[in-house]
């Protein structure tokens, strides 16, 4: 079932085109990474999402209907840029934000002091934003973020401006939420978070998206089948044993007579062959196959699509 | 108007009325105001309060014991002694001054002189020169040796006060005072200025506030940027009303309770007394009236013409011009507010801003002078200027058709001007970093995202 989706849009500003062409389907209960390069349009994606900006074409579902205006209750958005009302006190925030998001004072209230529970900053209330360090005006930010409880929720480059214990911190709770029923949007180019984090992912580059789709689906397709065999016995023997339909790419000395080798094997073979080739002759002590990072993943296709833009223009020069 | 709309009004109301710059302006301001009015008569029964007494040196014998004394003011004629003689002791005399009147004085006007070691105030000079003219003239007249003089003196004044009428279309005629209408149409322009000016500038600093500490995009991830614009004009015009308000309020109950601790006794400050006496005294002999009758009567005439002057009619004209001026301008302000990252970026596209407003200012005092001109109509009628010039005009009286025409212009130009507003404020909200110009701002408008 799908949460959210966008079918074909497209947006343009005076100056350039932000987004051209981009789908993505937001599985319900699912952690969804927005990856890509600086300027690629993510933030822009995003601002459509939350009915920030109108896309010139292309459409919006929510809970497999149109998007409707009054769907921004259910969408909770902490944007890149962080930002509150300097003067105003934190608890005076809290509710102004919560009840501008369709909640009611009474109910606001309830839920505020939940949070504040929770994060321990009962004695904050009547401070005012600009008395706070930056690190518990972020924790202000994601309990505005998350107040009125909404089944989805974005965050657009959720991890920069936090410390290591916030950011941790926050981490936790983004898996909270899903936990307890709400789909995640976030945007970033910390690929480590996506592997950690992201269930599904989108992968834009100039204004056009790349790839999209599970995580895991994704980093199958882009293996290599290039496996890591550590094993003990004469490692010489190892390339007299394997044919032509294997190529050992390097090895080394793991450990004190173990040795761990990196195998890619060619299409007509399986890694059930390699292992049964090598079974007689060592003794085997791991058999991973390499699955190829998110980074790599990313690396890769923005370069590869690079090369594609500017073999393009060559050609059309 | 929606509950988010409501919401945001609310906000912006209450966090500006608890300001405490709030709250000094709305005590200070009717304190200021008060002190302009109470002042100035407050100073001049101070001084009337005490008994002075004038040394008289007349050397012509002609005025002795012959200028009229008040309660506040005396004269001493002193005999065989000299102007000289007078100043050695004056420090141990409680002398206020010394008047010398040389002996030629009904040939040379400027023989009186009135001497003293501080400069003897305004309304005691015209009291002595009043009466000596007066003297002179009787006597001149008494050396023609005319029979019963005082009865043909008394026949022959009177005293002319001009009236002037307005006659209505309706048939009917209203009595005009251009004195008080005149302050009364000055006060109103001004205040009016001053309010665009202040509370238009709050909004394009309340709209840069938002922008340069980027809660902006929190907002319009909750309510429409239009919802917000809206919110924050109407919000903030209505502290500037309860300002208004305060202050008509205040400034009513701190002018009455002072009338009512320092002037109970006294029905019309004294300063005032002498001049009143001095103008009815003689006119109202041929009418046998009274001089408390005459005070009365002045009196009843300034209620009058202050009566006149519709305070209702004032009052509702003052509402709407205010509110039509402030919203034409405060969306303008807020366009402002939305294409600058901080308050310096504003300067380009203030001066088309502020140049009707300053113009208004000027072009008022020529309306005020000549209210039915066609400078004072042709302005009063273009919404970014009507709402001083009109203002200043009504206290004259205008005709209706004029001020539908006008209202309904300003009105449907608000409309207008918020409506632009609102597109150029919606991309500029979420413009950073990027120095914005007019042809920026243009392309927004006919950008229709």
């Known amino acids: ?317 | 108007m929606d509950k988010k709309t409501l919401l945001i009004i609310g906000r912006e109301f209450i966090t500006r009325v608890r300001k405490k710059s709030f709250i000094v302006m709305t005590i200070l301001g009717p304190l200021l105001f008060a002190a302009l009015i109470i002042g100035p008569a407050w100073f001049a029964t101070m001084e009337d309060r005490e008994v002075r007494v004038i040394a008289v040196i007349d050397s012509s014998r002609l005025f002795i014991d012959k200028i009229p004394e008040t309660e506040y003011l005396k004269f001493d004629y002193l005999e065989n002694t000299t102007v000289r003689e007078v100043r050695e002791k004056f420090p141990e005399t409680d002398y206020y001054a010394v008047l010398y009147i040389a002996h030629i004085v009904t040939s040379t006007p400027s023989a009186v002189q009135l001497m003293s070691d501080r400069p003897p105030s305004m309304n005691i000079r015209m009291h002595i020169a009043n009466a000596m003219e007066k003297e002179i003239e009787r006597q001149k007249l008494a050396a023609y040796d005319i029979e019963n003089l005082d009865a043909i003196l008394a026949a022959v004044r009177t005293s002319i006060n001009i009236r002037t009428i307005v006659w209505q279309d309706d048939g009917s005629q209203v009595e005009s005072h251009s004195e008080l209408a005149i302050i009364v149409g000055y006060i109103g322009g001004f205040l009016i200025y001053f309010f665009i000016f202040l509370f238009g500038a709050q909004v394009m600093r309340g709209v840069i506030e938002e922008k340069s500490s980027r809660v902006i995009e929190i907002l319009v991830s909750s309510v429409r940027p239009f919802q917000l614009m809206l919110g924050k004009i109407v919000g903030i015009g209505l502290v500037g009303l309860t300002q208004f308000l305060l202050w008509v309020i205040l400034s009513a109950a701190i002018i009455f309770a002072t009338q009512q601790i320092f002037f109970s006794d006294l029905a019309v400050p004294s300063s005032e007394n002498i001049v009143i006496e001095d103008m009815f005294s003689s006119s109202t002999l041929q009418q046998a009236q009274p001089v408390e009758e005459a005070d009365t009567q002045i009196f009843r005439e300034f209620l009058a013409s202050v009566s006149a002057i519709n305070f209702g009619v004032m009052l509702g004209a003052f509402l709407f011009y205010f509110l039509g001026g402030y919203l034409l301008y405060a969306s303008l302000f807020a366009s402002i507010g939305s294409a600058a990252d901080s308050e310096t970026d504003t300067q380009q596209f203030m001066l088309p801003v502020t140049v009707p407003l300053i113009l208004s200012i000027i072009v008022m005092m020529n309306a005020i002078m000549n209210p039915d001109g066609a400078i004072a109509f042709w302005f009063s009628m273009i919404p970014f200027t009507s709402p001083i010039i009109m203002m200043a005009r009504i206290p004259f009286g205008v005709p209706t058709w004029e001020i539908a025409l006008s209202g309904g212009l300003l009105v449907g130009t608000f409309i207008f001007t918020t409506w632009l507003a609102g597109k150029i404020y919606r991309t500029g909200i979420l413009m950073y970093g990027k120095k914005v110009n007019y042809a920026e701002v243009w392309k927004w408008l006919r950008y229709s995202g």
């Open chain 1, 1 to 317: 079932m799908e949460l959210f989706a966008a079918r074909n849009v497209s947006k343009s500003f005076v100056n350039h085109k932000a987004l051209s062409g981009v789908s993505m389907h937001v599985p319900a209960g699912s952690i969804y990474g927005l990856l890509g390069p600086n300027g690629a349009g993510k933030t822009t994606l995003l601002r459509i999402i939350n009915q920030i900006t109108a896309p010139d074409t292309g459409e919006l579902f929510f809970h497999g209907r149109r998007m409707q205006s009054a769907d921004i209750n259910q969408i909770g958005y902490m944007p890149e840029e962080r930002g509150l009302y300097k003067k105003m006190k934190v608890g005076e925030q809290l509710i102004y934000f919560g009840r501008l998001k369709g909640l009611d004072k009474k109910t606001a209230m309830e839920r505020i002091k939940f949070w504040v529970g929770k994060f321990e900053i009962r004695s904050w209330w009547n401070k005012k934003i600009e008395e706070l360090s930056k690190g518990m005006q972020q924790k202000i930010q994601f309990i505005i973020t998350v107040l009125h409880e909404p089944g989805l929720l974005i965050f657009d480059e959720p991890f920069s401006g936090f410390d290591p214990i916030n950011a941790n911190m926050l981490k936790n709770e983004i898996l909270a939420l899903r936990e307890r029923g709400a789909t995640i949007i976030f945007s970033t180019h910390n690929m480590s978070s996506v592997e950690e984090l992201c269930d599904h992912i989108t992968l834009i580059d100039n204004s056009k998206v790349i790839i999209e789709g599970e995580v895991n689906a994704i980093r199958q397709q882009f293996k290599l089948d290039i496996y890591r065999v550590g094993f003990q016995g004469d490692e010489k023997k190892l390339r007299q044993i394997l044919g032509g339909e294997y190529e050992v790419l390097d090895m080394v000395e793991s450990k004190p007579s173990e040795h761990l080798a990196r195998i890619k094997i060619h299409r007509q073979t399986t890694d059930n062959m390699l292992l049964s080739l090598l079974l007689p002759h060592f003794h085997i002590t791991s058999f991973t196959e390499e699955i190829p990072g998110m980074n790599d993943i990313f690396i890769d296709l923005v370069n590869r699509k690079q090369e594609e833009v500017s073999q393009q223009t060559y050609q059309h020069g």
